[in-house]
DNA sequence: CTTGACTCTCCCGTAACGGGAGGCGGTAAG
DNA sequence: CTTACCGCCTCCCGTTACGGGAGAGTCAAG
């Protein structure tokens, strides 16, 4: 007979979890002294214990290991009950590994915007652009009537979005009234929506700058820009795409100060 | 403006869900009226509520989520944060793969063990059994000495075990005192352990008949065996097997009259 | 004015224990 | 014999993220 401290030791499970177990009836001490109310197991518990500790691992609750202890003889059920639990832990394990997998998407566009953030101090830069799949609503109007467009998209798109959204603008000249121009967002498959046209941007070597600041600022940046395109003597290619790397749709509504839009044009080669 | 009702229904939160937010400063209403205590949330909190059920999704805390949401600007750590969270979150996935694995197992076996005991009406079978690596402790002396054998072979063996415990008997005649046997459990990978030796089980066509009963019926189910193989005229190879499918030791203790136990004799060929 | 739908606060319950207070029992040292 | 200490007991509260429900007040329509 062992005291619960000397039982708790042998099972690895702790005093608190023993007497939890006595007052479900899980697993009863052999016998308690009626007059100091101690509890006393007996050596052939340990197996018990130990049994319910598996159990516990496997993520059996504790009303659910009294119930197949119960039954312990009536095979059939207890082979479905094992098979129903089996289910739910395969749905929890793929549920964390969607989360993680949705968790790595997450950290990774968080680290690009960090990059970004950090080059962000106007500098021009190069990249070749690989092809690129986006749903999106073209549309004309003004710029600034994005929003409810992106509020569609979004909703259309849903967790099929691969990235940040951007907006492509195919007018070769700035229009403030009635501009030509398509909010998008990057997908990792073709799919069927209907109000939103899914189609592939081509591979090009783009001229980007990274803007970094409130939406209403974009116009410097932009100027800037062409005024780089300019001085190199080189022409571009439509649409030109704004990628909202950070602002306030995208994840929390920041500091408008903070907010940071990559421009992208593509350079006629 | 809309009522907590309104809100709950855009947003997919129940209304517990948003006073709960609120209590917490997690989602804070855009007014609360002093007379009636209403709550009344503008439209720009949608995005929040719904980045809030996102992040829930992603199995953050409440508390991290407000953190997130109070040092949102502080872009390394919260890059920091994501990744601790993405660390804890992958090895959930690994926990219950894992779960998932032994489960399987669990089943499988419980499977054998019904399948067993419905054929176990005295009937012989022939199986062909593939090579079976074990891990043993081979000893000199009396059969019913056995059980502190298997206590270490399991101690040392452990969550490397790939099947029920059986026991290998080199005697060419029983014996009682003198016994020349194996306590042994099959295992997947070779281990190096010391105090147990690994080999292999060489495969083996044999001549099986599950024993139902406690053991010390087990001397009937082997004279009915042995007699079989007169009958048959046929040899057997050394060492005979006992799988202990079901018995005491298995995981519950149960009714010694339906203990199983798989008696295999391997036929020389 | 009534009615029915909505909302408020407050309290309790969940699962599986952990932490701690306050008290009893046994033992060893001073 | 007292004191100190260790182990055990019961009882109560706290955890998480809400859900259920009681009892009371509020809003809008008929």
């Known amino acids: 007979m062992f005291t619960i401290g000397e039982f708790s030791r042998i099972t690895g499970l702790t005093v608190k979890a023993l007497r939890f177990y006595h007052d479900e009836g899980l697993l009863l001490p052999t016998c308690v002294d009626e007059q100091t109310g101690y509890r006393y197991y007996a050596e052939s518990k340990v197996e018990l214990a130990l049994a319910i500790v598996e159990l516990r691992r496997l993520e059996f609750s504790v009303q659910q290991i009294a119930d197949l202890l119960a039954r312990i003889d009536d095979d059939a059920d207890l082979l479905d009950e094992l098979e129903r639990h089996k289910q739910t832990i395969d749905a929890e394990a793929r549920r964390f590994r969607r989360i993680g997998r949705d968790l790595d998407r997450f950290i990774s566009h968080q680290r690009e915007v960090r990059t970004a953030m950090q080059t962000a101090t106007l500098e021009f830069a190069d990249k070749s652009l690989p092809p690129l799949l986006v749903a999106g609503i073209r549309t004309r109007g003004r710029y600034r009537d994005c929003g409810p467009l992106f ?64 939406y209403e600022d974009l116009g410097n940046s932009y100027a800037k820009a062409l005024a780089e395109v300019h001085r190199r003597g080189v022409e571009i290619d439509r649409p030109t795409r704004e990628i909202y790397l950070k602002g306030p749709g995208i994840f929390f509504r920041g500091n408008p100060k903070k907010y940071l839009t990559e421009l992208q044009f593509p350079l006629k080669s």
Chains 1, 2 share one sequence.
Do not use: N, S, W
């Open 151 to 214: 509020g569609q998209l979004c909703r259309k798109v849903g967790r099929h979005a691969a990235g940040p959204p951007m907006m492509l603008c195919y007018d070769t000249e700035f229009r403030e009234d009635d501009a030509d121009f398509e909010v998008a967002v990057p997908i990792r498959k073709p799919l069927v929506l209907d109000g939103a046209a899914v189609h592939e941007l081509p591979a090009a070597t783009c001229l980007t700058l990274v803007h970094r600041g409130p």
